[in-house]
Protein backbone atom coordinates (compact mmCIF):
# COMPACT_ATOMS: atom_id res chain seq x y z
CA UNK A 1 0.00 0.00 0.00
CA UNK A 2 1.43 3.41 -0.95
CA UNK A 3 2.02 5.41 1.63
CA UNK A 4 0.74 8.88 1.43
CA UNK A 5 -0.29 12.44 3.85
CA UNK A 6 -2.80 15.06 3.18
CA UNK A 7 -1.62 18.65 3.31
CA UNK A 8 -3.57 21.70 4.27
CA UNK A 9 -2.20 25.30 3.24
CA UNK A 10 -1.88 28.58 5.72
CA UNK A 11 -2.34 32.13 4.96
CA UNK A 12 -1.19 32.94 1.92
CA UNK A 13 -3.32 30.50 -0.34
CA UNK A 14 -6.61 32.45 -0.67
CA UNK A 15 -7.98 34.30 -3.54
CA UNK A 16 -10.79 36.36 -4.65
CA UNK A 17 -13.35 33.58 -6.24
CA UNK A 18 -12.34 30.36 -3.57
CA UNK A 19 -14.17 27.65 -2.66
CA UNK A 20 -17.34 28.80 -5.31
CA UNK A 21 -16.81 25.69 -7.55
CA UNK A 22 -16.61 23.03 -4.75
CA UNK A 23 -20.15 24.50 -3.63
CA UNK A 24 -21.51 23.73 -7.26
CA UNK A 25 -20.21 20.64 -7.29
CA UNK A 26 -21.00 19.16 -4.08
CA UNK A 27 -24.16 20.93 -2.74
CA UNK A 28 -23.53 19.35 0.74
CA UNK A 29 -20.23 21.15 1.65
CA UNK A 30 -22.32 24.43 2.02
CA UNK A 31 -22.96 23.27 5.28
CA UNK A 32 -19.83 24.79 6.02
CA UNK A 33 -20.06 27.86 4.61
CA UNK A 34 -23.64 28.30 6.36
CA UNK A 35 -22.03 27.69 9.61
CA UNK A 36 -18.80 29.57 9.27
CA UNK A 37 -21.41 32.56 8.35
CA UNK A 38 -23.53 32.47 10.98
CA UNK A 39 -20.70 31.55 13.28
CA UNK A 40 -18.57 34.55 13.24
CA UNK A 41 -21.57 37.36 12.82
CA UNK A 42 -20.72 38.25 8.94
CA UNK A 43 -20.71 36.20 5.63
CA UNK A 44 -17.68 34.83 5.05
CA UNK A 45 -19.48 32.71 2.18
CA UNK A 46 -19.56 35.96 -0.07
CA UNK A 47 -16.29 37.28 1.05
CA UNK A 48 -14.51 34.21 -0.26
CA UNK A 49 -17.07 33.54 -3.68
CA UNK A 50 -16.71 37.59 -4.47
CA UNK A 51 -14.99 39.07 -2.33
CA UNK A 52 -11.65 41.69 -3.07
CA UNK A 53 -8.54 40.03 -3.02
CA UNK A 54 -7.73 43.30 -0.37
CA UNK A 55 -10.27 42.11 1.40
CA UNK A 56 -9.18 38.79 1.50
CA UNK A 57 -5.75 39.27 2.77
CA UNK A 58 -7.49 40.67 6.08
CA UNK A 59 -6.13 38.11 8.79
CA UNK A 60 -9.37 37.66 10.54
CA UNK A 61 -10.98 36.88 7.06
CA UNK A 62 -8.16 35.43 5.84
CA UNK A 63 -7.83 32.72 7.97
CA UNK A 64 -11.73 31.20 8.40
CA UNK A 65 -11.93 31.83 4.70
CA UNK A 66 -8.88 29.18 3.84
CA UNK A 67 -9.98 26.89 7.08
CA UNK A 68 -14.00 27.06 5.40
CA UNK A 69 -12.32 26.06 1.95
CA UNK A 70 -9.80 23.35 2.96
CA UNK A 71 -12.18 21.72 5.39
CA UNK A 72 -15.20 21.58 2.56
CA UNK A 73 -12.36 19.59 0.29
CA UNK A 74 -11.36 17.06 3.09
CA UNK A 75 -15.17 16.54 3.97
CA UNK A 76 -15.30 15.41 0.18
CA UNK A 77 -12.37 13.14 0.56
CA UNK A 78 -13.99 11.72 3.82
CA UNK A 79 -16.96 10.73 2.17
CA UNK A 80 -15.30 9.05 -0.42
CA UNK A 81 -13.11 6.99 1.98
CA UNK A 82 -10.12 8.67 1.17
CA UNK A 83 -8.19 7.91 4.67
CA UNK A 84 -4.64 9.11 4.74
CA UNK A 85 -1.43 7.91 6.85
CA UNK A 86 -0.54 11.17 8.22
CA UNK A 87 -2.43 15.04 8.08
CA UNK A 88 -0.17 17.98 8.60
CA UNK A 89 -1.23 21.87 8.13
CA UNK A 90 0.97 24.90 7.54
CA UNK A 91 0.36 27.00 9.91
CA UNK A 92 -3.24 27.90 10.31
CA UNK A 93 -3.71 24.97 8.32
CA UNK A 94 -3.14 23.04 11.37
CA UNK A 95 -6.96 23.35 12.20
CA UNK A 96 -7.86 22.23 8.81
CA UNK A 97 -5.54 19.23 9.98
CA UNK A 98 -7.62 18.86 13.43
CA UNK A 99 -10.94 19.24 11.83
CA UNK A 100 -10.16 16.45 9.18
CA UNK A 101 -8.75 14.47 12.01
CA UNK A 102 -11.95 15.08 14.54
CA UNK A 103 -10.11 16.82 16.65
CA UNK A 104 -12.17 19.12 17.19
CA UNK A 105 -15.43 20.59 15.71
CA UNK A 106 -15.18 22.64 12.51
CA UNK A 107 -17.71 25.47 14.74
CA UNK A 108 -15.05 25.86 17.15
CA UNK A 109 -12.48 25.59 14.69
CA UNK A 110 -13.57 28.51 12.37
CA UNK A 111 -14.48 31.00 15.78
CA UNK A 112 -11.15 30.23 16.90
CA UNK A 113 -9.31 31.26 13.59
CA UNK A 114 -11.36 34.46 13.04
CA UNK A 115 -9.71 35.14 16.34
CA UNK A 116 -6.60 33.97 15.99
CA UNK A 117 -6.00 36.14 13.17
CA UNK A 118 -7.21 39.35 14.93
CA UNK A 119 -5.41 38.50 17.86
CA UNK A 120 -2.18 37.94 15.27
CA UNK A 121 -2.53 41.32 13.83
CA UNK A 122 -3.34 42.97 16.85
CA UNK A 123 -0.05 41.63 18.81
CA UNK A 124 2.22 44.40 17.30
CA UNK A 125 1.70 48.22 16.46
CA UNK A 126 1.27 48.60 12.25
CA UNK A 127 4.89 48.89 11.08
CA UNK A 128 6.70 48.06 13.89
CA UNK A 129 7.63 44.19 12.50
CA UNK A 130 8.40 42.99 9.25
CA UNK A 131 9.43 39.57 7.65
CA UNK A 132 11.72 38.29 4.67
CA UNK A 133 12.42 35.15 3.17
CA UNK A 134 16.55 34.05 2.85
CA UNK A 135 16.70 32.15 -0.57
CA UNK A 136 19.35 29.62 1.04
CA UNK A 137 19.83 26.57 2.11
CA UNK A 138 22.48 27.74 5.26
CA UNK A 139 19.68 27.59 8.05
CA UNK A 140 23.27 27.32 10.66
CA UNK A 141 24.11 30.84 8.78
CA UNK A 142 20.32 32.73 9.37
CA UNK A 143 19.82 31.59 12.96
CA UNK A 144 23.03 32.79 13.59
CA UNK A 145 22.59 35.78 11.88
CA UNK A 146 19.14 36.24 13.70
CA UNK A 147 21.07 35.88 16.98
CA UNK A 148 23.56 38.31 16.42
CA UNK A 149 20.90 41.43 15.32
CA UNK A 150 19.07 40.47 18.18
CA UNK A 151 20.41 43.93 19.97
CA UNK A 152 18.35 45.88 17.66
CA UNK A 153 15.15 44.21 18.76
CA UNK A 154 13.57 40.58 18.60
CA UNK A 155 14.25 38.39 15.15
CA UNK A 156 14.11 35.18 14.59
CA UNK A 157 13.48 32.21 11.95
CA UNK A 158 9.54 32.01 11.49
CA UNK A 159 9.33 29.41 8.78
CA UNK A 160 11.71 26.43 8.04
CA UNK A 161 9.63 26.00 4.91
CA UNK A 162 12.08 24.52 2.01
CA UNK A 163 16.05 24.05 2.28
CA UNK A 164 16.39 27.01 -0.22
CA UNK A 165 13.55 29.56 1.93
CA UNK A 166 13.72 30.33 5.33
CA UNK A 167 11.76 33.34 6.61
CA UNK A 168 12.90 35.76 9.27
CA UNK A 169 10.63 37.55 11.66
CA UNK A 170 10.59 40.30 14.09
CA UNK A 171 11.20 44.27 15.00
CA UNK A 172 11.13 45.96 11.54
CA UNK A 173 14.99 47.22 12.75
CA UNK A 174 16.38 43.91 14.03
CA UNK A 175 15.07 42.11 11.03
CA UNK A 176 17.08 44.76 8.95
CA UNK A 177 20.32 44.34 11.13
CA UNK A 178 19.79 40.43 9.82
CA UNK A 179 19.46 41.36 6.77
CA UNK A 180 22.50 43.05 5.97
CA UNK A 181 24.51 40.47 8.17
CA UNK A 182 23.42 37.80 5.62
CA UNK A 183 23.78 40.29 2.17
CA UNK A 184 27.39 40.70 4.11
CA UNK A 185 28.13 37.19 4.32
CA UNK A 186 27.05 36.01 0.47
CA UNK A 187 23.51 35.58 0.91
CA UNK A 188 22.26 37.19 -2.44
CA UNK A 189 18.75 37.04 -2.02
CA UNK A 190 16.64 38.37 0.58
CA UNK A 191 13.33 39.09 -0.05
CA UNK A 192 10.93 41.43 2.37
CA UNK A 193 7.44 40.46 2.41
CA UNK A 194 4.42 42.22 2.28
CA UNK A 195 2.74 41.20 5.57
CA UNK A 196 0.19 42.76 8.32
CA UNK A 197 2.35 41.37 11.38
CA UNK A 198 5.83 39.67 12.03
CA UNK A 199 3.85 36.25 12.89
CA UNK A 200 5.18 33.09 14.25
CA UNK A 201 8.16 35.23 16.41
CA UNK A 202 8.50 36.06 19.89
CA UNK A 203 6.37 39.49 19.20
CA UNK A 204 3.30 36.94 19.18
CA UNK A 205 3.19 35.92 22.82
CA UNK A 206 0.56 38.22 23.79
CA UNK A 207 -1.73 36.81 21.03
CA UNK A 208 -0.78 33.39 22.05
CA UNK A 209 -1.94 34.59 25.65
CA UNK A 210 -4.92 35.76 24.13
CA UNK A 211 -5.27 32.38 21.98
CA UNK A 212 -4.89 30.33 25.55
CA UNK A 213 -7.98 31.47 26.97
CA UNK A 214 -10.23 30.77 23.33
CA UNK A 215 -8.50 26.40 23.41
CA UNK A 216 -9.60 26.60 27.14
CA UNK A 217 -13.20 26.75 26.27
CA UNK A 218 -13.18 24.40 23.48
CA UNK A 219 -14.10 20.70 23.14
CA UNK A 220 -10.72 19.00 21.99
CA UNK A 221 -10.77 14.67 21.32
CA UNK A 222 -7.95 12.86 20.62
CA UNK A 223 -7.79 12.41 16.47
CA UNK A 224 -8.83 9.84 14.57
CA UNK A 225 -5.11 9.52 12.69
CA UNK A 226 -2.06 10.93 13.50
CA UNK A 227 -1.49 14.67 13.29
CA UNK A 228 2.04 16.31 12.73
CA UNK A 229 2.37 19.32 13.97
CA UNK A 230 4.45 22.41 12.98
CA UNK A 231 6.08 23.12 16.55
CA UNK A 232 7.49 19.38 16.93
CA UNK A 233 7.39 17.94 13.59
CA UNK A 234 6.11 14.52 15.05
CA UNK A 235 2.81 12.65 15.16
CA UNK A 236 0.23 13.75 17.46
CA UNK A 237 -3.23 12.41 18.30
CA UNK A 238 -3.59 13.19 22.04
CA UNK A 239 -5.97 16.10 22.08
CA UNK A 240 -3.77 17.84 25.14
CA UNK A 241 -0.56 17.96 23.13
CA UNK A 242 -2.66 18.86 19.75
CA UNK A 243 -4.46 21.87 22.26
CA UNK A 244 -1.06 22.65 23.28
CA UNK A 245 0.27 22.73 19.78
CA UNK A 246 -1.99 25.23 18.63
CA UNK A 247 -0.71 27.71 21.36
CA UNK A 248 2.73 27.19 20.60
CA UNK A 249 2.63 27.79 17.35
CA UNK A 250 1.74 31.43 17.31
CA UNK A 251 5.21 32.27 18.68
CA UNK A 252 7.04 29.61 17.32
CA UNK A 253 8.80 28.68 13.76
CA UNK A 254 6.56 26.59 11.51
CA UNK A 255 9.02 23.49 11.08
CA UNK A 256 7.61 22.53 7.85
CA UNK A 257 11.12 21.06 5.98
CA UNK A 258 11.08 18.82 9.45
CA UNK A 259 7.63 17.88 9.27
CA UNK A 260 8.00 16.31 5.35
CA UNK A 261 11.14 14.88 6.86
CA UNK A 262 9.48 13.10 9.43
CA UNK A 263 6.29 11.63 7.05
CA UNK A 264 9.50 10.57 4.39
CA UNK A 265 11.43 8.66 6.66
CA UNK A 266 7.61 6.59 7.85
CA UNK A 267 7.69 5.83 4.79
CA UNK A 268 5.00 8.53 3.30
CA UNK A 269 5.78 8.47 -0.53
CA UNK A 270 2.70 10.46 -1.93
CA UNK A 271 1.50 14.01 -0.66
CA UNK A 272 -1.67 15.85 -1.44
CA UNK A 273 -2.21 19.38 -0.94
CA UNK A 274 -6.13 20.33 -0.60
CA UNK A 275 -7.40 24.06 -1.68
CA UNK A 276 -6.80 26.94 -1.87
CA UNK A 277 -3.58 27.00 -3.88
CA UNK A 278 -0.73 25.01 -4.49
CA UNK A 279 2.01 26.56 -2.21
CA UNK A 280 2.80 23.49 -0.23
CA UNK A 281 2.81 20.98 -3.54
CA UNK A 282 5.70 23.46 -3.89
CA UNK A 283 7.65 23.17 -1.15
CA UNK A 284 7.38 19.49 -0.83
CA UNK A 285 8.86 19.33 -4.36
CA UNK A 286 11.45 20.99 -3.13
CA UNK A 287 11.90 19.06 0.26
CA UNK A 288 11.61 15.95 -0.96
CA UNK A 289 12.12 15.79 -5.23
CA UNK A 290 11.33 11.86 -5.50
CA UNK A 291 8.05 12.32 -3.55
CA UNK A 292 4.59 12.10 -5.97
CA UNK A 293 2.65 15.48 -4.75
CA UNK A 294 -0.72 15.99 -5.85
CA UNK A 295 -2.81 19.62 -5.73
CA UNK A 296 -6.34 19.52 -5.43
CA UNK A 297 -6.26 23.19 -5.89
CA UNK A 298 -9.57 22.91 -7.64
CA UNK A 299 -12.70 20.55 -8.51
CA UNK A 300 -11.26 19.15 -11.86
CA UNK A 301 -8.37 17.95 -9.74
CA UNK A 302 -10.51 16.30 -7.15
CA UNK A 303 -12.84 14.69 -8.47
CA UNK A 304 -9.45 13.31 -10.81
CA UNK A 305 -7.92 12.22 -7.59
CA UNK A 306 -11.09 10.45 -6.28
CA UNK A 307 -11.71 8.61 -10.22
CA UNK A 308 -7.82 7.04 -9.72
Avoid at 8 to 33: T, W
Avoid at 54 to 63: N, S, Y
Avoid at 283 to 290: R, S
Wanted: hydrophobic content about 45%; some cysteine.
Amino acid sequence: MVKWALLFPGQGSQFSGMGRDIVDAYPAVCEYFSQADEHLGFSLSKLCFEGTEEELKRTEITQPAILTVSSAYGRVLQEAGRRPHFVAGHSLGEYSALVFAGAVSFKDAVRTVHLRGRYMQEAVPEGRGAMAAVISDDAGLIEEACREASGAGTVSVANYNAPNQIVISGDKAAVDRAVETLKGRGIRKVIPLKVSAPFHCALMEPAALRLRAILDHITFLDASLPVVTNVDAAPQTDWRVLRDSLERQVPSPVRWIQTIEFMKAQGVVRFVEVAPGKVLSGLVAKIFPEAEVVSLSDVAALQKFLET
